[in-house]
């Protein structure tokens, strides 16, 4: 199959096409799924995507790919909010991020949105989806506790997407007096040396699928 992946941010190009076998394009925007169809690729994933400051990959050219019979693979970021919506259509959804979104468990664009770096896709913010993880690991690890867990959370939402961070989150909760000195120190060394990075979870999990189809 003739096979093309959108990456960039949750996982970089390079490593992306290594893994796949795939030709690989930065993150999708409006129409680029027409633009690769006319193209001839007839297996397309989809992992980061452009949205917010630009038009979105649009629900309508998804799903005149997918009458063309194409195959489409979605999860992560853009790939899983634009799979939980076209699944029923056909595009095939992978990861727990997906699930999420299916399952109602999270419902907002701004969960998987991150600030980039305009010239190498890089994340500069952190997602609200490796946040929620890593603060459910802390809780595991006995940094902090199930009822500061939801606090943090609620200054995490309330935080633009593009500037959230760790530092910043753990600061807030410090001086709102939800962490004291000695736990915040803990937790934002936690958060630096083991963050829970579920987009690239769920980005490996696509370019596995992909590469499957090509086996």
């Not at 003739?2 to 993150?27: C, D, M, Q, R, Y």
């Not at 038009?55 to 009458?67: D, W």
Request: charge should be negative; hydrophobic fraction near 40%.
């Amino acid at each position: 199959m003739k096979t093309i992946v959108f990456a960039g941010t949750s996982i970089g190009l390079e490593e992306a096409g290594k893994l796949s076998n795939a030709a690989i394009h930065g993150p999708v925007k409006r129409g680029d799924v027409t633009q690769v169809v006319k193209q001839g690729y007839d297996l397309i994933g989809i992992i980061d995507g452009i949205f917010f400051h630009r038009a979105a990959v649009g629900h309508r050219e998804i799903l005149e790919a997918l009458r063309k019979n194409v195959t489409i693979v979605g999860g992560c970021s853009m790939g899983a909010l634009r799979a939980c919506e076209m699944d029923s259509h056909g595009m095939m959804g992978v990861g727990k991020i997906y699930e999420w979104y299916r399952d109602g468990f999270i419902e907002d664009d701004d969960e998987v949105a991150v600030a980039t770096n305009p010239d190498t896709y890089e994340s500069i913010s952190a997602p609200l989806v490796n946040i929620r993880c890593t603060f459910l690991s802390a809780i595991n690890e006995g940094i902090i506790s199930s009822s500061q867990e939801p606090r943090l959370l609620d200054i995490a939402k309330a935080t633009h997407y593009s500037l959230r961070s760790y530092y910043g989150i753990i600061k807030s909760a410090r001086d709102k007096g939800i962490l004291d000195e000695q736990t915040a120190a803990c937790l934002l060394d936690f958060c630096r040396d083991t963050e829970v990075d579920i987009k690239r979870k769920d980005a490996l999990a696509v370019l596995s699928r992909i590469k499957d189809f090509n086996l």
